[in-house]
Each structure stands twice: as C-alpha cells, then as structure tokens.
C-alpha cells in the first residue's frame, strides 16, 4: 500500500526533545518534497516546516524557527522533524504530506501555501503531547 506514515509522537516534559519521522512505503521519497504541518484540538491547521529534495532547502515557521531541524535520509526513505525546547503549545497532532518536486516552485512557496490536500500524499498524523 502506498502510503506516508508519522512515528516518534508520545508525551514529553516542557523543555524536552522529540524526534518526528515520516517514511515512505511503496514509493520513493526522493522525488518529493515534504511539510510537517500540525493541529491541536480546537485550533486551526498550522504549518511547521518543509524540505525540498536537499536538506539545503528548507523552511521553517516563526513558531518553531531555531528550535526545531527537518532533515531528509534517502536511504532511509525518511524525512525527520528534530524538535527540541518543546513546549505546552506545541501540543498538537502532527501530519507530514508529499509533493512531487517538479510540481512545486520553491520549498518556502509550497510551505507558505500549505495546501496539504493538494499535494500527492499525506499521513494520519502523530500525537505530541508537551506537559509536566
């Protein structure tokens, strides 16, 4: 089954660290760029990050800027969201979607538009939860 699968949710402390992963089954991340994008219950969809075929190309949002890394394994058919300093607020639901690098114009575009239902796959999500 083609599909984009979310892991390393849980709970963690404020001020804590979590690695989010987004692998690939059945189809070759390579060709893809990737957003992170998240909601928590009751509020709006918010981006968190992107990444384009490179981990030179990247974007980030205001709300995770310098706390967080998106990086992508090839090899690993994985692209992951390193977050660090976490806090209450990141609390949320985290999905990750694929878009198809020639279909999309830059990374910083595609991750500003956040057109999650457009683009070519996406996940069911990971739970963070930020509490003491």
């Known amino acids: 089954q083609v599909q984009l699968v979310e892991s390393g949710g849980g709970l963690v402390q404020p001020g804590g660290s979590l690695r989010l992963s987004c692998t690939a089954s059945?189809?070759?991340?390579?060709?893809?760029?990737i957003a992170w994008f998240r909601q928590a219950p009751g509020k709006e969809r918010e981006g968190v990050s992107c990444v384009g075929g490179s981990n030179s190309s990247t974007y980030y949002f205001d709300s995770v800027k310098g706390r967080s890394t998106i990086f992508r394994d090839n090899a690993k058919n994985t692209v992951y969201l390193q977050m660090n300093s976490l806090k209450p607020e990141d609390s949320a639901v985290y999905y990750c979607?694929?878009?198809?690098?020639?279909?999309?114009?830059?990374?910083?575009?595609?991750?500003?538009?956040?057109?999650?239902?457009?683009?070519?796959?996406r996940g069911k999500g990971t739970l963070v939860t930020v509490s003491s």
């Open positions: 979607a694929a878009a198809y690098l020639k279909r999309i114009t830059t990374v910083e575009a595609m991750c500003r538009r956040g057109n999650y239902a457009a683009m070519d796959y």
């Open positions: 059945r189809f070759t991340l390579d060709y893809y760029a």
